[in-house]
């Protein structure tokens, strides 16, 4: 039988493209270590979306294992209009204006198709054209035309995206395209939807009330407002990605790293899984191995305790899909052997809640730490339980026992969770049998071995865990019949 659990506790997200769409190689990218798929929804049609998810879905029946999928909307990208040459050269100094006329653009102007920015824009405002290589500020402002002043000069061409960093844009994060994609993948079945572009918390509020509960949302921080008010949106969403490209244009670049590690340590108080995404191996697109740099970009996002980390166009439309995700995961498992990565996550332990759910998962990982278990086992109904044993960040792996199969998908972009979909218990002796044959079958445990079970009685309540229980791995459970 293939083993399809991981030497590693942080989790990997890998993004299905043109490069990685087929099933022999969406099988490839998870046994070599993809624990949630992304699909991108600004590339490909519903008809390719939907192909992509039902392999992923034939897989988790082939391997019995549940598999997260991620459908990322692409939200209000801007793009300038087209150039009748294709394209001009934009000269430090120079004057160049954004309108809103519908014909093609010159070395003097180009249509800027959102009518909603004209009205909040200011002189003084910066506009930033083709990922920041184009640096621009407003001299004069009217409601149908932007005269700007070239600060970095540099080839404007057709559609290229247009980024402005210092204003609240006056429209919400769920473009038309949006709210059908949003639609279609959830009628699909996808269990995260990225929210692209969020700038309040109010943008998190508007995609719950189209979800209607049929999938998690996963918010985006890639502008400055999201980074200013984000103790708001942080609470209403239900993880967190720190997308660094599209940030890492708004923002000086050199203060990524800071908002980083400050983003990461507020979701891992609030017990929200945190993604860290963008040009992480960036360079296996076309290389098969990766600079030494990115190498220790991804370490640096493991040792402050991200919960996943994300190749994006590495796996979805390099030459080496399978190839960057091994990588990932060999720098994964050698950090997390790595002595200071404990030290490090230990004196970084958030303080947790003085209610009984808390209190059970502190003692399950204080007693791992000073007792010879192999696994901490928990039983969770809507995945509470399994989040604050992951919130803990335990020396021993976590084994998350679930009757529901949506909870198991889910749980599988939060660190250190191995997830299995199991039949509902109501006594709590089934629990601790179910809990040990699965910590023997799934290779965690071996016989005379002992494991922490922790579960809320009543069962199958949300907000229930009360019990923490040391069991022996013996012959006796392992074969038990059914409880009367």
Sequence with gaps: MLRTSRERSVKIVATLGPASDSAKTIRELFI??????????????HSELKERYQIIRELEKELGRPIGILADLQGPKLRCGDFESGDEELVEGSNFIFDLEEKLGNKKRVMLPHQEIFEVLKVGSVILVDDGKIKLEVIEAARDQINTKVLVGGKISNKKGVNIPDVILPFSALSTKDRKDLEYVCNLGVDWIGLSFVQRFEDILEAKKLIKGRASILAKIEKPAAVETFDKILQEADAIMVARGDLGVELPIYSLPPIQKKLIKLCRTAGKPVVVATQMLE??????????????DVAQAIYEGADAVMLSAESAAGKHPIKAVEMMNSVAVEIENDDSFRQIIETSRPIMGT?????????AREVSERTDVKAICCFTHSGTTAILTSRERPKIPIIALTPELSIARKLALNWGLHCIVTEKV?????????????AK????????????????VPFNIQGTTNI?????????????GEIE
């Design 355 to 363: 209610d009984t759910s808390n209190a059970i998962t502190v003692a």
């Design 283 to 296: 360079s296996m697109i076309e290389s098969p191995s990766p600079t030494r740099a990115e190498v220790s």
């Design 426 to 438: 109501d006594r709590f002796k089934q629990a601790v049998i179910k809990a040990v044959r699965a």
């Design 32 to 45: 070599a270590g993809a624990d949630v798929f992304r699909l991108n929804l600004s590339h490909g049609n």
């Design 441 to 456: 079958n799934e290779g965690f445990a071996s016989l005379d071995d002992k494991i922490i079970i922790t579960a809320g």
């Design 468 to 480: 923490l229980r040391v069991a022996p791995v013996n012959e006796s459970l392992i074969h038990a």
